[in-house]
């Protein structure tokens, strides 16, 4: 017998270093093994210990036996892979120790709480010594992962506890609530800390780049997700749900995500974190068909195999691919495509169900404009066979994200990243004490545990630099940042706060029945971070 990992696969790689027959692959321990979706245990090896299940942070490693239905594929693709790659021994480096640094030497302040920072500042604060002051705009921590993960995947939003004994270190300051920009610069953040590492992520959505683009009824998925996840930016949009068909346009996890979420039965929903607003209207919602649009083929498809899979099993939900569009097959396909291939053949072949709901993917179709007189009325496509408009009142883009550029540090306005090696900021010669890392380093692409590996690297460079004492100056300690802070008016929200504002949220879920529900505005957050 032995252990799964299924869909939810976040790519930490704390299953990794735990198992003592070394059979969980990929493991090349670098940022170039991120292109594999999600990582695999060898059937042949495990001997079924349980360590990567006890250490898996979000839930994703299964008990062969007892795999849910929906999931017994997962068992397939993990065997698999390693026909594919059969298991050979890691070469992973051990990982280097520092035991400690004099205390005072080495302040970081961290800018973002997503993933990317929460990863960088564990790696910080576990030598002795080290201060880190972490930095968001708004009252909570955990970017993406509170905001932009789908309500339905609660199992992926529990990688948050991992950060937890950072978070509660004495050494450890958390500053919800202040931006960076506004109520403090990067000069003055330099003039408190040895070090600053920018983990803002990529804030804005890719446009169209084609006619009609900016017609009413066509938005970012982005704002889309953040609306049904009760962020207080998008909290107040308004999309249009009357029409019986809305069309996404790119076909990464995102816009699964956000056909799952227009499509998925409302009690199925209410069990979910979804935000009260979202539940509300999809409660009147007219959609029963999402066309998910993607200029190549599905060999090209950014969607993972896992959430393509996962698709399928979604009750009173028909997935439709037309069997014209798929290729044969190819020898030299990786293991996940060929896996999403022989799922989508599988789709092609079901009989839709009268009744159902509908996700129908269209691959090779290019947009080509949005049509409408005040307001989106179809989109206009390009395929194999000629220009067609699929009528809708509702498009969605999800063809990625771009990074904003940051006061005071360069940017590179092609890739919407700042210009970094491995993480260190360059402007023709590094930028002597900052660092970048996540999205806005190396731009939107991986899974929540691609942070780590990508932390893991730029505080390396951090660590370099401190060794070569080029980090070696006099700073203003945190009585005088403190002093600054309260002088800008800031409203800070400290660890304490944010544990106020989720214990508050879980008991308004508990008297309803849900995980938690949501403050979704700052003034209901501060509130309740003042009351605890």
């Known amino acids: 017998m032995a252990y799964v990992i299924t869909q939810n696969c976040c790519k930490d790689a704390s299953c990794v270093p735990v198992c003592p027959v070394d059979c969980i692959r990929p493991a ?27 250490e898996c942070p979000v839930g994703a490693i299964h008990y062969e036996e007892d795999l849910p ?47 990317a920072a929460c990863y960088a500042a564990a790696e910080l604060i576990d030598v002795d010594g080290v201060e880190v002051n972490l930095f968001e705009r708004l009252p909570t921590p955990f970017g993406l992962i509170r905001a932009g993960v789908a309500p339905d995947h609660q199992h992926t939003k529990s990688v948050v506890d991992i950060f937890e004994r950072a978070f509660i270190n004495p050494r450890f300051a958390s500053h919800f609530n202040v931006e960076v920009g506004r109520t403090i610069n990067h000069d003055e953040l330099l003039a408190h800390h040895h070090a600053v590492i920018y983990a803002v992520g990529a804030a804005t959505s890719r446009r169209l780049g084609i006619d009609g683009e900016d017609l009413i009824g066509h938005h970012a998925a982005a704002e889309f997700v953040g609306w049904y996840n009760g962020h207080p930016d998008h909290a107040a949009h308004q999309f249009d749900l009357s029409a019986e ?33 979202t539940l509300d209207a999809l409660a009147d919602s007219a959609i029963r068909e999402v066309v998910i649009l993607a200029r190549r083929g599905i060999a090209d498809a950014a969607f993972s195999a896992g959430e393509f899979l996962a698709l399928g099993h979604l009750d009173g939900v028909d997935v439709i691919v037309d069997a014209h569009d798929l290729p044969a097959d ?4 990786d293991i996940e495509t060929s896996f999403k291939l022989a799922i989508a053949r599988e789709y092609s072949q079901r009989i839709p169900t009268p009744g159902n709901k509908r996700v129908v993917f269209r691959f090779g179709a290019t947009p080509v404009a949005i049509r409408g007189t005040d307001r989106a009325e179809g989109l206009e496509v390009r395929g194999d066979s000629g220009t067609e408009m699929i009528e809708t009142s509702l498009i969605l883009r999800s063809i990625g994200y771009r990074g904003l550029p940051i006061q005071g540090l360069p940017y590179d306005e092609d890739s919407g990243t700042v210009p970094n090696e491995s993480g260190r900021v360059v402007d023709g010669a ?21 942070n780590r590996l990508c932390a893991e690297q730029t505080v390396a460079q951090l660590w370099a630099d401190f060794d070569a004492g080029l980090l070696t100056r006099d700073v203003a300690g945190r009585e005088s940042l403190d002093a600054l802070l309260a002088a800008r008016g800031a409203q800070a929200v400290g660890w304490s706060g944010w544990r106020a504002i989720d214990g508050a949220e879980r008991d308004r879920g508990v008297q309803a029945a849900r995980p938690r529900v949501k403050f979704v505005s700052i003034e209901e957050m501060l509130s309740a971070g003042r009351r605890g």
């Open 28 to 54: 090349e321990g670098g940022l170039d093994s991120a292109s594999a979706e999600m990582l695999y245990i060898d059937p042949d090896s495990c001997i079924d210990c349980g360590a990567c299940f006890e």
């Open 69 to 115: 239905s929906e999931m017994r594929r997962f068992k397939e693709l993990n065997a698999a892979y390693f026909e594919r790659h059969p298991l050979e021994p890691a070469t992973l480096p051990a990982p280097a120790s520092r035991a400690r640094v004099e205390a005072g030497s080495l302040r970081v302040a961290i800018v973002g709480s997503g993933p």
């Open 245 to 277: 068909r809305a069309v996404i346009v790119g076909n990464g996890n995102v816009a699964l995500d956000v056909a799952r979420v227009l499509l998925m039965d409302r009690d199925a929903l209410a069990a979910t974190d979804i935000a009260q607003h």
């Open 330 to 333: 190819d020898d030299h396909d």
């Open 430 to 450: 590094p930028v002597r004490g900052t660092y970048v890392t996540g999205w806005i380093k190396r731009g939107p692409r991986g899974v929540i545990g691609t």
